[in-house]
Structure formats: structure tokens, C-alpha cells
């Protein structure tokens, strides 16, 4: 007779939302499959509502409330530690699942056995205004439709993605990152990948969950921010996949300010074409930010573009100041390959449209601050 498989479901919460938890604790179960629910409440101060716990029975459903923040990563490390089960499926707290989301997990362990791990499906709502809009156009949740897009990838969102604990052996979710998240999952799951000869995960798109938008799709800039400081520590713990590239937006007005700062205090007449610079800069980024746009076939409209290149800055600057603030100055300039590929030898930078016409106009720039000013 064939191992019934197991699955264990971790599920880092830090609200209990009742009308998204208990769905979820209640999905349909396959009977050919063992599932348990490992909940894992990272708010001390939270008290479990009485809907949540009366389905805790300790056998088939688990809940634990940190007794004081331990941040994503080890919340979810304390949910793998929970279970056994040969699968892990994590789970964000404020999805809505397929009714089948376990039976299809469950075919595809039983078809694929081999896999080291699946990722599934994570669809948003459509966008009902200009700040979601602008989200899905500058690329920053393509991560969650990866599995209806690619046969396999290097990593996947933690919101929807299930993978064997073989697999994982002794990998976890790294502390060195912070507690707010960013760059911890995509740590995570490079490493397994690594441990397993670099296989990709199996992506799975009738594995599906919808995620609604954050804040109400009201403009919210401080999650982009953190997903910027996060990353920040990605080439630095995984230099096999980092590479210089040109200086981003913030890297050079941060330059450029520095530049100003010195060369005013040599002589009080550079203050003029300096501060130029800082605006001709600015204004190169507005254009290649919004020529790329366009190049994307992205919907005309102010709104969205205004907050293209509010969302694009504002994520380079968390990686900037992540750097900074470790005083890690060899970061500037310093990229990550998400895809889980090797820098090219021999390649320095890569191109694209949007740092094509960047450096066409930067010489255009400098030719008018020194024919204006020299």
C-alpha cells in the first residue's frame, strides 16, 4: 500500500482575520493526504477568536502565539519546526483559496513526487485605481504569477507555494534579515534550490489563491520600501548571483549630492551647475521611467506614471538605504539575478530601454551644464 502523503500547512499570521482564516482552516482535505494546520500568530498582544479556536484541536489544526515579535523568518521556521509532514505548504493569512487548492497539491505530489516543490498561483484583483495600476505595470508582484507564466522557476512567493521537506533538510529562513520581510524568501528558496543541484520548482497554476490589494489599492509606499531595504542583503549573502550594473536613480543623486556638498565647499560657484545636475537627473529618470512605460504598452495616464516612478524610486532608495545604513558602500551599484542565473563572464552591464535612454541623455546634460555654466 502506498505512504499516504502529508502536508503540513504553515500559515505566519499577525491579525487572525477570521474571514480569511477560517476559510482556509477548513478547505476540503483529500483523504488520501494527511494535512495539518500550523498557525503561527506573531503579535503577542493578539487574542485568538473563539471561531479560530474552536477549530484548534492540536491534532489536525495547531495555533502558537509568539510571545514577543519574532519577525517573518523565524515565525515561519517556528511553523516548519511545528509539523513533520513530508510537504510544507505555506500560506499567507489574508488569501482566498481555490475549494481543490489540497487535492490539487496533492495530484501533483502524486504525479511529480520527484518535484522539489511547487509554486502556485497568487492572482490580484483587477485594478480599480491609478496606485495598482501602477503596481502590476512597473513589474513589482510579477512574482506572484510566475506559475501562469514559466514551466518552472528559482523561487516563488511564500503567499502560495508548497515545497518538500526533504528537500529543505536543514535550510531555514535566515535571520540576518529584517524582521519585516524582504529578501528572506527569496534567500530561502535559492538556497534549497542550491542544495538540490539547482533544480527549479515546479510551478503549478490550477494551484490558485486570490490576494487582495493592500490598504484598499489607497497609495501606500512604505511595503516597497522594505522590499527595497530587504533586498538590499541579497548579493552580500549571495554573491554567486550578484553583478555591478550602471548607478540607479537614487545611487546618482546620492553621488551627485555628495559631489554638490564637496565641490561647494571648494569654491561656492560650483552650487549653481551642481544643483542642475541633481535636477537634469531627476528629470532623465521621469523620462526613461515613463519611455519604458510606454515601450510596456501601459495605459496612458498621469496618475500611473506619477506613481511608476514614485513606486520605482522609492524601492531603489530602500536598497540604498539598506546599504547605507550597514555602511556597506560596496552595495552601490551591486544587483541581484532573481531568475537564479550566474552573472555572464565577461558582460559588465546589462541594457535595457530604460538605462538606454538614460545614457543617451546624461552626456546631453553634462554638454548643457558646461556650455551654460563653463
Known sequence: MAKQVS??????????????????LQLK??????????????????????????????????????????????????GIEMGQGDWILFLDDDIVCNADLLET???????????????????????????????????????????????SAAWGAT?????????????????????????EDVDFFINIRERNGYR?????????????????????FKRFFRYGVGNSFLPQLNPKYAYRDLLDGPETLFMAVLAT???????????APMLTLIGGILLIEIIAIIVQALKRKVKP??????????????????????????????????RFNFDGSFPKKGKIFETNTYKT???ILYPVLVFFIVKRFM
Open 200 to 220: 527549479n520548482y515546479k510551478t503549478l497554476p490550477a494551484a490558485a489563491v486570490a490576494h487582495p490589494w493592500w490598504d484598499n489599492e489607497n497609495a501606500n
Open 357 to 359: 535612454i538614460k545614457w
Open 159 to 183: 503567499a502560495n507555494l508548497m515545497i518538500s521537506r526533504k528537500a529543505v533538510g536543514d535550510v531555514r529562513f535566515s535571520e540576518r534579515y529584517p524582521k519585516f520581510g524582504g529578501g
Open 261 to 271: 556638498i564637496v565641490l561647494s565647499v571648494i569654491n561656492i560657484h560650483w552650487l
Open 301 to 334: 495616464s498621469l496618475a500611473t506614471f506619477r506613481y511608476m516612478v514614485q513606486l520605482r524610486f522609492v524601492y531603489e532608495s530602500g536598497i540604498l538605504w539598506g546599504n547605507l545604513t550597514r555602511f556597506r558602500l560596496a552595495g552601490i551599484s551591486q
Open 105 to 151: 497539491y496533492v495530484h501533483a505530489i502524486e504525479q511529480y513526487p520527484e518535484e522539489i516543490g511547487f509554486i502556485g498561483l497568487v492572482n490580484l484583483p483587477k485594478p480599480g485605481k491609478s496606485f495598482s495600476h501602477a503596481i502590476l505595470a512597473n513589474g513589482s508582484m510579477d512574482t506572484f504569477t510566475l506559475a501562469a507564466k514559466y514551466d
Open 29 to 78: 482535505r483529500p483523504e488520501s493526504a494527511i494535512i495539518r494546520f500550523y498557525l503561527v500568530a506573531d503579535n503577542p498582544a493578539l487574542v485568538p477568536a473563539e471561531a479560530i479556536k474552536s477549530l484548534v484541536d492540536n491534532e489536525h489544526v495547531f495555533l502558537t502565539v509568539n510571545s514577543r515579535n519574532l519577525g517573518a523568518a523565524l515565525t515561519r521556521n517556528k
Open 7 to 24: 502536508i503540513d500547512v504553515v500559515i505566519p499570521s499577525f491579525r487572525l482575520e477570521e474571514k480569511y482564516l477560517l476559510p482556509i
